[in-house]
């Protein structure tokens, strides 16, 4: 289930949930360096540590879990011969074997919630935001307004992209960003997630 983006606000130069249980971190992803709000699901982190199960990023792995549901054996009869070797090479923890069935263990150990893209214009940081269409709610920081203050607005909110005035305690929204509509998952949504996984779960671990 998508989560609606939340409000942020900024200490300094660097934004924080007000939601409860939300998280944010600094990520490099989509060829991007972005503030990513997202919300942890703390038995699969708990349970991936206990594995030695980092991110699983392989599409072409995901494509195949997708089509698994949670939690639920599935006759391996059933799969296709090539899902049945797709998932023989996947590492202990992400599937549980049974007799003759398989059952899907591993889920998105985070939801991204919304990115948030500091620019210096608006053009550039419109630009950026796009790339994250397919994944979550998106919000530009600008420094200072452009002089088209309306055009910039006007064009934000067609787009769906949230924007915001950076100030020295808080910004200042000028737009709430949209939430997706009609989303639904898919795998190069869950690699998205793996990948923000894969960076903020190393730096709590380098911080320990």
């Not at 990023?57 to 995901?62: F, I, N, V, W, Y």
Request: proline residues 8%; contains cysteine.
């Amino acid at each position: 289930m998508m989560h609606a983006a939340m409000p942020v606000r900024f200490t300094g130069t660097t934004p924080y949930a007000v939601e409860e249980h939300a998280n944010v971190s600094r990520v490099n992803v989509l060829g991007e360096r972005v503030w990513m709000v997202y919300r942890r699901d703390e038995a699969e982190w708990r349970r991936r540590t206990n594995h030695g199960l980092g991110a699983l990023t392989e599409l072409d792995l995901l494509d195949v879990l997708m089509d698994l549901p949670a939690h639920m054996p599935v006759p391996l009869g059933s799969l296709a011969a090539h899902k049945r070797r797709t998932l023989a090479r996947l590492p202990a923890g992400v599937i549980r074997h049974g007799a003759g069935t398989v059952t899907r263990l591993i889920i998105p150990a985070v939801s991204p919630l919304l990115a948030i893209v500091p620019a210096r214009e608006w053009q550039s940081g419109a630009e950026s935001a796009s790339g994250f269409a397919a994944y979550c709610p998106r919000m530009v920081v600008l420094r200072e307004m452009p002089p088209d203050k309306e055009m910039t607005l006007s064009q934000a909110s067609w787009y769906g992209i949230g924007v915001a005035l950076a100030g020295e305690h808080a910004p200042r929204i000028l737009i709430d960003p949209e939430p997706l509509a009609d989303w639904q998952p898919t795998p190069a949504w869950w690699a998205f997630s793996e990948k923000i996984y894969a960076q903020v779960s190393s730096a709590e671990t380098d911080h320990r």
